[in-house]
T-cell receptor, first 113, second 113 residues
């Protein structure tokens, strides 16, 4: 089925460093979402983007909805150990009766104290 | 606690068997979504129900079926299980059709031996 290309697949960084990950698609979406998944838990919504070009922040997290509507990126500034986890991008075209998300394969983030 | 309840948390069963996974959505949410998460495929959308009716179907095998009951809880039935069905199965819920992202449960880890 349709899938998003998310990169990098994994990252090993030092505490305090900034992190950047992105997601691209061959088709356009009208909504981009970023989720974080901790071990043994379900994904938790971090940021939702609804408009091309939109830049949204949530604490140390910043995400942007690409102008072409085919891409999005997520930045984490000044990483801390609790940022460890898997980050997923997801695209959706809501409206009508369907609201299913298409997920990227995730970026696994490891932070060294 | 996300408000989405999934049971059981873990399930171990033999090939050829049938299992039922249960999901109770957050209070007030009408949509329920089922996703399968395996190591190599990431999060794959299976099926969506909205207020008791099927709304969207993804990569759901014919051996799998789901329903949403009048009290809005949902069950995912997996039959003639194969080793490859071993995965995490997540349920998520939203008020409408997911336009604001949705809330995931903690998942059911299914192991087929």
């Amino acid at each position: 089925g349709q899938q998003l290309n998310q990169s990098p697949q994994s990252m090993f960084i030092q505490e305090g460093e900034d992190v950047s990950m992105n997601c691209t698609s061959s088709s356009i979406f009208n909504t981009w979402l970023w989720y974080k998944q901790d071990p043994g838990e379900g994904p938790v919504l971090l940021i939702a983007l609804y408009k091309a070009g939109e830049l949204t922040s949530n604490g140390r997290l910043t995400a942007q909805f690409g102008i072409t509507r085919k891409d999005s990126f997520l930045n984490i500034s000044a990483s801390i150990p609790s940022d460890v986890g898997i980050y997923f991008c997801a695209g959706m075209n809501y409206g009508g009766s369907q609201g299913n998300l298409i997920f990227g394969k995730g970026t696994k983030l490891s932070v060294k104290p | 606690d996300s408000g989405v309840t999934q049971t059981p948390k873990h399930l171990i069963t033999a090939t050829g068997q049938r299992v039922t996974l249960r999901c109770s959505p957050r209070s007030g949410d009408l949509s329920v979504y089922w996703y399968q998460q395996s190591l190599d495929q990431g999060l794959q959308f299976l099926i969506q129900y909205y207020n008791g009716e099927e709304r969207a179907k993804g990569n759901i095998l014919e051996r799998f079926s789901a329903q949403q009951f009048p009290d809005l809880h949902s069950e995912l039935n997996l039959s003639s299980l194969e080793l490859g069905d071993s995965a995490l199965y997540f349920c998520a819920s939203s008020v409408g059709s997911g336009s604001f992202g949705y809330t995931f449960g903690s998942g059911t880890r299914l192991t087929v031996v």
